[in-house]
């Protein structure tokens, strides 16, 4: 008798299997593509067809060959042009969001209010539209060929950085505003305020502007592609990989595809779910203004 | 807080420092110092700050001269000349005239009028400091030197030398291509009888061929319009609630291992987006993994038409976009969801309210007041999705007279008039009127939800 006080009604623990049941094959469906590549990209045979869902034998050669063979595409050089231009970005895009977000934030001057309608208007137009001027621009400047190219990456995923200020002032917002008041009583300026109380204050969300601004690059794939064109040399990973796709090399590179699908995928990932909990703030902080 | 350390005397705070009040209040120097920037600096001693607007003065106004003034010129016309073929008697060879170029012409044009602008501002700002140090002077003091001036940018005036950098990539790499780009709404710029070296100025006209429904264009425009809409209303409104839905069940008492189910689907939005979509798209072509597979089960006989069917497309990108969108929304939620008062729970448990009549009443209106900014940015993104329609479906299943398929929204549309088919001037039409689009939804939703104006609300 007593033991059935404490167990749950029947249905409803099937109610609970159940739950649980539905969210294993949510997971499923979720993981499964991931672990598809995954599998593929260890896959013995070539090509970009498979007579079986996952392959049936396996080996690293897919890995190998995106190291080794510099036939059609360089990987390692594609690597490397990535990470040029994601550190340069993450330092100017890091320097640009905290500057913006701590004059929103803490200065209080007439343009203020306008400065901040004015950059929602312009996240309103399709950053597309601008990146489309941009690669006339620069190949007006002859920048869209040669080493340029990385200056001209640099400067559209850098350039308008300022205006993505919402996360960081929102999290400048909550330090209390009597420590800048005690700081300046004690004779401190407004810049002493920002790198001596602000900034080491708020150092969880100066790495995370550092770390997804890092990452951006990594992840785009529509900018580079339109600066990029037919310029190999130059190529991000995003652009790489995609060509990797196209008819006349999927056959011979889909499975290295799949290879640097995880190689690329690794890092961003881990990136990503050391920042994720800052994510929470960015719906928060919106609702802030 | 700001009178802490505010340097600038009492009297002269409360003075209006207007342009009108210096040209009406101030003396001849002050009034000059519009024609020559720095007069009214240099007269009161501030021999650094007025050199500095006179060089900047100088610069701006021998840029003009030796070239800003043809550039506006130009401007007019974008160039007439085409190029010339001449044979020179001298060499016996055909000689090539370099024609004009309109696009050259344009954006010189363009940059042009932005100095015409930073002049005019110079000259204000010339103007108002000089009436400063004057109001200084009347009041028998002196008015602060160079290195007063360089300690106030790094104090009081902080926001001036931290936004200015930031404004001029902003300024440089977003408004101007802006401009640029929406300034070729307005011509003839188009492959379209040849008009890539050469264009015009045609007003209206490409709005009109856009808007008529009678034309191929206008047929096109409309039918990618409506379906752009209704995927940016179906995206939003599927992710949001299956997200939700998935996040109250993760977050439901009875429910073990949460950390473990939500890691399961945060590994995906962990993924960068291009690598998992190009996946997708490669699992569901004809002989892709997924028709492979139901094809070895028995379970059909030919591939499915994932991307060649207009219904079947249209319903593979909406379940793709729910793939990819619903982990993040999890995220984003379950912190919010965690943080509905437990209170109204109670209450409502107590009024004998079901799950169902609870979720109705009690977490979706929490929740919307509270994530309508998140929902209107959702929404946007959603419209100017191009990741999730060019890498997947890339607009297919495509008419052979049109030049957007049945998937394109108006954002792959662009790519595809512009940088496949060369049509520049229908291309920027296209992007204005999203921006149209957007600004008058996020316009009506930001008015109706009003927590815009609750800004400081915390502090």
């Known amino acids: 008798m007593s033991t059935i006080k404490h167990k749950k009604p029947l249905h409803k623990r099937v109610v609970i299997v159940l739950a649980h049941v539905f969210l294993a094959v949510l997971a499923a469906i979720w993981l499964l593509p991931i672990l598809w590549v995954a599998l593929t990209s260890f896959r013995q045979t070539q090509g970009s067809y498979c007579s079986t869902f996952f392959p049936t034998s396996y080996s690293v050669r897919n890995y190998v060959k995106l190291f080794t063979d510099f036939s059609v595409f360089n990987f390692p050089q594609m690597l490397l042009n990535t990470l040029l231009v994601a550190v340069a970005n993450c330092l100017i895009s890091t320097f640009f969001v905290v500057a913006v977000a701590y004059a929103f934030s803490r200065m209080r001057f007439k343009s203020r209010k306008r400065l901040m309608s004015v950059s929602m208007i312009i996240n309103l137009f399709p950053g597309f539209m601008s990146m489309i001027a941009c690669y006339y621009i620069f190949k007006m400047l002859g920048w869209t060929n040669g080493p340029m190219l990385r200056v001209a990456l640099i400067a559209v995923y850098a350039g308008g950085a300022g205006m993505g200020y919402h996360i960081a002032k929102g999290y400048f917002d909550t330090i209390s505003l009597s420590l800048d008041e005690a700081a300046m009583l004690d004779g401190a300026t407004k810049s002493q305020v920002l790198t001596k109380i602000i900034m080491p204050l708020s150092k969880p969300i100066v790495v995370y502007t550092l770390l997804t601004s890092f990452a951006g690059p990594f992840k785009d794939f529509m900018l580079a592609k339109v600066l990029c064109g037919p310029n190999k040399d130059y190529y991000t990973v995003a652009v790489g990989m995609y060509q990797m796709l196209e008819k006349e090399y999927i056959d011979e590179w889909f499975c290295s595809f799949a290879a640097a699908a995880v190689i690329i995928s690794i890092p961003i990932a881990a990136l990503f779910l050391f920042t994720q909990k800052y994510y929470s703030v960015s719906t928060s902080g919106a609702v802030k203004g | ?459």
Not at chain 2, 157 to 181: A, K, W
Not at chain 2, 349 to 372: E, H, N, S
């Open chain 2, 1 to 459: 807080m700001d009178k802490l350390t505010d340097t600038t005397p009492r009297p002269i705070q409360q003075e209006p420092i207007t342009c009108r009040a210096a040209l009406r209040g101030g003396s001849v120097a002050v009034k000059l110092s519009v024609l020559i920037g720095g007069l009214g600096c240099l007269v009161r001693g501030q021999l650094v700050k007025g050199a500095l607007y006179l060089a900047a003065e100088l610069f701006l106004l021998a840029y003009m001269a030796q070239s800003g003034l043809t550039n506006l010129s130009r401007l007019v016309t974008l160039g007439e000349m085409e190029q010339q073929k001449i044979w020179n008697e001298a060499t016996s060879m055909f000689e090539y005239i370099d024609g004009d170029r309109s696009l050259v012409i344009l954006l010189y044009g363009i940059v042009t009028v932005a100095f015409v602008l930073a002049l005019v501002l110079l000259m204000r700002l010339s103007l108002k400091s000089a009436y400063l140090a004057e109001l200084y002077a009347r009041r028998g003091m002196k008015a602060p030197g160079i290195v007063q001036d360089v300690r106030e940018l790094l104090d009081q005036r902080l926001h001036i030398s931290l936004l200015s950098l930031p404004i001029l990539g902003v300024l440089t790499f977003t408004v101007l291509p802006l401009v640029f780009m929406s300034c070729m709404a307005f011509t003839n710029y188009s492959i379209l009888d040849n008009k890539l070296v050469l264009f015009d100025w045609v007003g209206l006209d490409n709005f009109r061929r856009v808007f008529n429904l009678g034309g191929s264009l206008g047929k096109t425009f409309w039918s990618v319009l409506g379906w752009t809409l209704s995927w940016a209303v179906i995206a939003t409104a599927s992710n949001y609630f299956l997200g939700m839905l998935l996040s109250l069940l993760i977050n439901w008492k009875e429910i073990r291992i949460k950390k473990f189910w939500r890691f399961c689907f945060v590994l995906t939005v962990a993924v960068p987006h291009f690598v998992t979509l190009l996946i997708i798209r490669q699992m569901l072509q004809p002989n892709g993994a997924v028709n492979v597979a139901l094809q070895n089960m028995g379970l059909i006989d030919a591939a499915l038409p994932f991307f060649t069917d207009v219904t079947w497309s249209r319903v593979t990108v909406i379940l793709i976009n729910i793939w990819v969108s619903v982990p993040y929304v999890l995220l984003q939620l379950t912190g919010i969801l965690q943080n509905i008062p437990a209170e109204l729970y109670e209450s409502a448990r107590v009024d004998g309210a079901g799950p169902l009549v609870t979720f109705a009443k009690i977490t979706l209106p929490y929740m919307l007041f509270v994530t309508m900014p998140y929902l209107i940015t959702s929404f946007t993104g959603n419209i100017n999705n191009f990741n999730v329609i060019f890498l997947t479906s890339q607009g297919l299943p495509r008419a052979v007279e049109s030049t957007a398929g049945s998937t394109d929204l108006l954002i792959t549309w662009l790519y595809k008039l512009t940088i496949d088919n060369q049509y520049y001037d229908i291309g920027a039409v296209i992007g204005i009127l999203t921006f149209a689009a957007l600004s008058v939804v996020s316009l009506v939703t930001f008015r109706f939800s009003g927590s815009y104006k609750n800004e400081e609300g915390f502090q």
